[in-house]
C-alpha cells in the first residue's frame, strides 16, 4: 500500500501551451501503477491547459473552483463534484474562470499504453 | 464530452462483505470508456467495504471524511487529500472511523482488462 497527502507530492510546472497551470503526479511511475496514472492539476485563476487532443481518453473530476472546458465548437461550465470524460481525440481545453485556484483530477492510461508515450 | 454531477449520478448499495457503502459509477461503461473506470464510494459512519483482494489494482483518492484502509499486518488512517494506491494482489478494506461521510474516489481497470470481470 501506497498512502501520501496530496499536498506532499511535489507540484510541477506544465509548460507548452499551458500557463498557471501545476501538476502533481498522485499515483504513477512512483508506485509502479501499471495501467493508468493519476493526476491533480492546479489552475490558477485564469490559467489554461493547452487547447489540444490525443489518442487516449482523460477522467476528470473537479475537485474546487470553477472553469470551462472548451472544445471545437462547444464550451461548458463545471464546479465542484462534476465529473468531465473526454473521449479519445477529442479537442479539448481546461480553463480556470473563477477568482480562486481550480483543482481537478485527470486520471490517463500509464505511459506506452493506448497511445500515450 | 461527457460532463454531469456527481449528485446526479445514482448511488447503488454495495452487498456481498460492504456495510453502509454506497458506489457511483461517474465514469464507465455509461460513457464507453475503454481502459479504466472511475467510481465513487459513499460510507456511513461505521461503514466498510469488502475485506478481500483482487488481480486488479485501485487507485484512490480521498475526498472528504475520515477513516483507515485494513491490510494483513498494517492498518492505516487517512483523512482528505489522501492518495492511496493498492497494488494487485494486495488485501484491503476501506473502513469509516469518523462521525461522518466518508467519501473517495476509486479507479479501476475497465471489465474486461487486467483481469477485472
Known sequence: MF???LREIPAEA????ASGTQIR???GENVGAPNFHMRV??????GSTPLHEHVWEHEVFIL???GVVVEDTDERAFGPEDVVYIQPGERHQFRNTGGADLEFICVIPAA???GVK
Open 64 to 66: 474546487r473552483g470553477e
Open 14 to 17: 506544465v509548460e507548452e501551451g
Open 41 to 46: 492539476f492546479t489552475l490558477a485563476p485564469g
Open 25 to 27: 503526479w498522485a499515483i
Open 3 to 5: 498512502l501520501r497527502n
Open 112 to 114: 506506452g499504453r493506448c
